[in-house]
């Protein structure tokens, strides 16, 4: 083999070498920024997981304190402040920036009355959900055939074929609401008119629905005067907590018997409207 063919295989042989050498050096980086990227994913999974279970200890905290601020009250009407919702209160624990609000809850409709409710009740809900619709300026469901769909709803004894028709086919709920958004479930509801509506209820457990007067809004107020309260009214309020991370916010929603000192409800999310 004479030398210029010697000296060509060799410099073939060099750039086969080097360009061995450059792909393993690419796959090397390429692994090694996957294993970072990898890491980083890790990392904030786990930040955010130990945030999220810091935050609901944090809550619950706040929650206590709260309850411990309720426990001094004998009832709604000693609510150092006169509207249905209190004032953003601010509080640290351990060393987290918490941001608490409570909603009366005898400021707002209990949907659980409509249960095996008579026609006077209903009466009362239908006048409630027409007297939105004028206010508001939105169109709603009627509100009588509305109070029996929502009755029939939550009654164990009946199962509307409507429901099982729709699309996507469903079943009555067959109980009470948990929940007032619930409602979006009922027949004839629509978003509009939830959004118009959700202001003014709630579901809490029992059949009573004491509405409060003095801090109710007008529109509460000229629907439900006159109505009887019934003895022994229960007491619900509503907190909501926003815990502070950096730029994070976690939020939990409480629905609390506040005349017996207990959570009935916990939701690691924002209340509803």
Known sequence: MSYLARSAMAHRQQGVALLTALLVVALAVTAAVAMAM????????TSA???????????????????????????????PWDTCRSPTMPFMVDEIRLQAT??????????????GADETEQGYFARLVDEVGNE??????????????????MDPETDDPAYRTADPARVSGNRAMLVASELNSVLGMT??????LSPFVTAYPGQASPIDLE??????KGVFTGRPSGDQAPWYMRLELVAEFGQRRFYQCSLIDAANGKVVLREQTACEP
Do not use: T
Not at 65 to 79: N, Y
Not at 102 to 114: E, F, G, K, S, T
């Open 102 to 115: 409570v909603d009366n809850m005898q400021c707002r409709y209990n949907l659980n009355a409509l249960a």
């Open 215 to 220: 801090r109710s809004p007008d529109l509460m």
């Open 191 to 196: 978003s509009e008119a939830w959004q118009a």
């Open 49 to 79: 997981v130990f945030e999220r279970d810091q935050s609901r200890h944090i809550a619950q905290g706040g929650e206590k304190m709260v309850l411990q601020f309720l426990e001094r009250i004998e009832g709604a009407d000693d609510l």
């Open 38 to 45: 990898r890491s980083q994913v890790d990392i904030r999974r």
């Open 136 to 153: 508001k300026g939105v169109v709603m469901p009627s509100g009588a055939q509305l109070a029996l769909a929502v009755s029939d709803w």
